[in-house]
């Protein structure tokens, strides 16, 4: 049966930023398709709330505290999982995310952190999590958690975009380095129903404007990115590596524009 190549029994997956949104609804699909899972983010409460839903899906889930920006951490994290239920099949690299900034009003401190936080932790986590697959289960998959932002220019994101560009870079070219044993691909999302999103879904006017300039005529939600990720970790999606998928609606523009000051001279010019 071809809904068998979905099912992701007595696999083991890592999502980072499982604490809500994105995180915690693929956390709780990958439960529902049959996996264990590891939960990880700075907030215990709200991993302990997503590791019930996962056992209300009838897995087990183990929540471990995780800075992504700590390297110590990661490593904490791949080992907390190996320890706990002896093997490591799946990571999703969900954490990730900078506030919209004017390209003149962001300060290189800003800029480096967002390429951190959204491309340089995601590379130490993976390069951490396909040693221990192959060393656990020969194996394994790499979903990587991008955004629209990284491939279609949007004004006042400059360093949301260049982080989750980096980050599909870093998919391609693991792909190609990892192949045949890790099976790295990206996510390209776009505008979905969380805690990000509130200005958006809160603000009648921008909202409509939204839905009116997105194809399928509605915000996303995290279940619409979260099965994308269960194909992409599942057995279905085996001669896939690479990708870069977009679930966005089927927008091929920006559904609302960040409005951003023009630029201006500093002095008088003679």
């Known amino acids: ?38 939960v990880a983010a700075r907030t215990k409460s709200d991993l ?16 471990v505290v995780t800075d992504v920006m700590v390297e110590e951490d990661l490593t904490n994290l791949v080992d907390a999982a190996v320890a706990q239920f002896g093997r490591l099949d799946i990571l999703v690299n969900n954490a990730g995310g900078t506030a919209p900034l004017p390209a003149m009003h962001t300060s290189s401190e800003y800029f480096s952190t967002a390429l951190h936080f959204n491309a340089t932790a995601p590379f130490v986590l993976s390069r951490l999590a ?17 955004s629209r932002s990284g ?16 980050l599909n870079m870093m998919t391609f070219n ?11 691909n990206a996510i390209g ?5 969380t805690q990000a999103m509130d200005f958006v879904m809160n603000n009648e006017p921008l909202r409509a ?7 399928m005529r509605r915000i996303g939600t995290p279940r619409d990115i979260a099965a994308a990720v269960v194909y992409l970790a599942s057995p279905a999606s085996s001669w896939v590596t690479g990708v870069f998928l977009r679930v966005d609606g089927g927008t091929t523009a920006p559904a609302f524009t960040i409005p951003v000051p023009p630029l201006q001279e500093t002095k008088p010019v003679a």
Do not use: C, W
């Open 189 to 193: 999302v776009g505008g979905t129903a």
């Open 48 to 63: 302990d709330d997503t590791v019930r839903e996962i056992e209300k899906a009838g897995r087990s889930g183990l929540s």
């Open 1 to 38: 049966m071809i809904l068998d190549d979905f099912r992701l029994t007595h696999q083991v997956a890592i999502v980072t930023g499982a604490g809500a949104g994105i995180g915690r609804g693929t956390a709780v699909a990958l439960a529902e398709a049959g996996a264990d899972v590891v």
């Open 130 to 146: 396909a040693q221990a697959m192959v060393d656990t289960g020969g194996a394994g998959s790499i979903v990587n958690i991008s």
């Open 151 to 166: 491939d279609m220019v949007m004004t006042g994101m400059i360093a949301y975009a260049a982080g989750k560009a980096a």
């Open 174 to 184: 693991l792909a190609a380095e990892l192949a045949p044993r890790v099976r790295v």
């Open 209 to 215: 404007q939204f839905e009116q300039n997105t194809p």
